[in-house]
Nanobody, 123 residues
Framework: QVRLVESGGGLVQAGGSLRLSCAAS????????VAWFRQAPGKERAVAAV???????YYADSVKGRFTISRDNAKNTVYLQMNSLKPEDTAVYYCAAGLSSGTALYPANYNYWGQGTQVTVSS
């Protein structure tokens, strides 16, 4: 069992930056696929960024060039650095780990989830 706890959300003005953290406990996730998803009000949960254990990453087109996913396996923590934030980035951000099967882009394919952290970007 893996427990994930996100932190770092908050209120920021457009153009600002935030760094989200996701700390894992229970098992080391160095070999796991880890992802950040986000869910805006009235919308489905959608992938923002994915990190594979081998070093590959994926970014949704909407965040490419602005967000960076990274992982510190020694600290069992994954980060999401978010720069040049826009009001449309406002959402609850969730950390996910442990891909069970299928594509890493679908939330249903992950075994473990954090509780989410709210990010609000004001215009």
């Amino acid at each position: 069992q893996v427990r994930l706890v996100e932190s770092g959300g908050g209120l920021v003005q457009a153009g600002g930056s935030l760094r989200l953290s996701c700390a894992a406990s229970g098992r080391t996730f160095s070999g796991y696929v880890v992802a950040w998803f986000r869910q805006a009000p009235g919308k489905e949960r959608a992938v923002a960024a994915v990190s594979w254990s081998g070093g590959n990453t994926y970014y949704a087109d909407s965040v490419k060039g602005r967000f960076t996913i990274s992982r510190d396996n020694a600290k069992n923590t994954v980060y999401l650095q978010m720069n040049s934030l826009k009001p449309e980035d406002t959402a609850v951000y969730y950390c996910a780990a442990g891909l069970s099967s299928g594509t890493a882009l679908y939330p249903a394919n992950y075994n473990y989830w954090g509780q989410g952290t709210q990010v609000t970007v004001s215009s």
